[in-house]
């Protein structure tokens, strides 16, 4: 039997798709209304699956004490109610598309110490999802 | 179940059926002293109990049956869950009320983990694939049969 344990949380937050690897005009192609250059913004819904051994003194996989101020630290905080391309450091150098947003959610919480990062699944609005299973964890190589 | 190999009028369906229960209950160790208690479970330690409306998606797999074209009927998965936990959990008190639970801290976890061990030995047609138990909007916990197998 296998448990795991998904916690949902929220930010909102503008970015702009747009490359310097492309030009104008090819941005405009690729990205669209995206790469409006002021800017636009979503309201991010975020689900963290955890997953190990249930504690038979708590009964908790993770005490949500302790996951909770840990995403507030690591992603709630840094990404609410700002401008992703120039206020997440790591957006700086790379196109905050939501698949980006979400490997860079994944990478900032796969070292939770009290239970396995299993799962981060962001929805940017609710036509679309994107999603990260502990598996594809090449993070170095996929980055490179 | 041995199974020789996909063909297309053999394709494994997953159907999932959805129930709500209310239920009552709060964490307490009674090997912790008081202050841990209070430390580890915050505001589920209130002695008083608090409560929630549980939401619990049941997920079955299998074939269909090529006659009825189901994989299970839902009216025998309804009652199953009638049975095993409306009966039980609904409108009780999950720390006094159900003895599966006796010795454990009613957790998310540990509710959804009794629930997969009263359906799966119920579910004759098809295989229970995956037990999803919502405490909130906001939490919920998946117990699968975890044989290394994603869901």
Not at chain 1, 21 to 40: I, Q
Not at chain 2, 17 to 22: A, G, L, P, T
Request: proline share 4%; with cysteine.
């Amino acid at each position: 039997m296998k448990i795991s344990l998904t916690r949902r949380y929220r930010f909102a937050a503008s970015h702009r798709l747009h490359t310097a690897r492309l030009s104008e005009a090819e941005n405009k192609r690729v990205y669209g209304k995206c790469n409006n250059p002021y800017g636009h913004g979503h309201n991010y819904v975020l689900e963290v699956t955890v997953t190990g051994p249930v504690d038979p003194r708590t009964g908790m996989i993770a005490n949500l004490a302790e996951l909770d101020p840990f995403v507030q630290r690591e992603v709630i905080e840094p990404f609410d109610q700002k401008f992703l391309n120039e206020e997440v450091v790591e957006f700086r150098e790379q196109v905050a598309t939501t698949e980006n947003v979400c490997r860079e959610i994944f990478r900032r919480l796969k070292d939770f110490p009290l239970a396995t990062l299993e799962r981060v699944w962001i929805q940017e609005t609710s036509k679309n999802s994107f999603e990260i299973d502990a598996d594809v964890d090449k993070w170095d190589e996929v980055r490179a | 179940m041995e199974r020789a190999g996909l063909s297309l009028g053999e394709c494994m369906i997953r159907i999932t059926r959805k129930i709500e229960f209310s239920a009552a209950h709060f964490y307490h160790n009674p090997n912790f002293s008081a202050e841990e208690n209070r430390r580890i479970f915050g505001k589920c330690n209130n002695p008083h109990g608090h409560g929630h409306n549980y939401v619990l998606e049941v997920t079955i797999a299998g074939d269909p049956d090529p006659t009825t074209g189901m994989v299970l009927d839902l009216k025998e998965l309804k009652d199953i869950l009638q049975t095993e936990v409306m009966e039980r959990m609904d409108h009780r008190h999950l720390n006094y009320e159900v003895p599966e639970l006796a010795g454990q801290i009613p957790t998310c976890e540990n509710i959804a983990a009794v629930i997969w061990k009263l359906l799966e030995p119920k579910i004759r047609s098809g295989r229970l694939d995956r037990v999803r138990l919502y405490e909130s909007h906001d939490l919920f916990v998946d117990v699968s049969a975890g044989n290394g197998a994603r869901a």
